[in-house]
């Protein structure tokens, strides 16, 4: 699986932004798909992950009730629709795939995902 993610951007503190991740490889759909970020000098941090089936999905504490990550298995695509931007939410936003996790399963350690994106920045400004 390839990955590619885009719509990072610069924002104020309180805007909305909708990253995305179109995948390529027959596996998308056979894959649980999450979300990654990294701050400057911080260690990179679990925002989001969703089961293959999107029946599960599992999200970091600072982001709950602000982000939702959906997917989209005919284009092959996993977004993260974040609201209400904090400048604590500033990082590189990375996407990943795991092709071995089951069906109902969104995992939230980095370790399970074997294929990753390149990163999109996203910084918010107070």
């Known amino acids: 699986v390839q990955l590619q993610a885009y719509g990072g951007g610069v924002v104020q503190a309180g805007d909305s932004l909708r990253l995305s991740c179109a995948a390529s490889g027959r596996t998308f759909r056979d894959s649980a798909m999450g979300w990654f970020r990294q701050a400057p000098e911080k260690e990179r941090e679990f925002v989001a992950a969703?089961?293959?089936?999107?029946?599960?999905?599992n999200y970091a504490d600072s982001v709950k009730g602000r982000f939702t990550i959906t997917r989209d298995n005919a284009l092959n695509t996993v977004y993260l629709q974040m609201v209400s931007l904090k400048p604590e939410d500033t990082a590189v936003y990375y996407c990943a795939a795991d092709d071995r996790a089951r069906y109902a399963v969104a995992p939230t350690f980095s370790e399970g995902y074997g294929y990753w994106g390149q990163g999109t920045q996203v910084t918010v400004s107070s």
């Open positions: 969703i089961s293959r089936g999107a029946v599960r999905t």
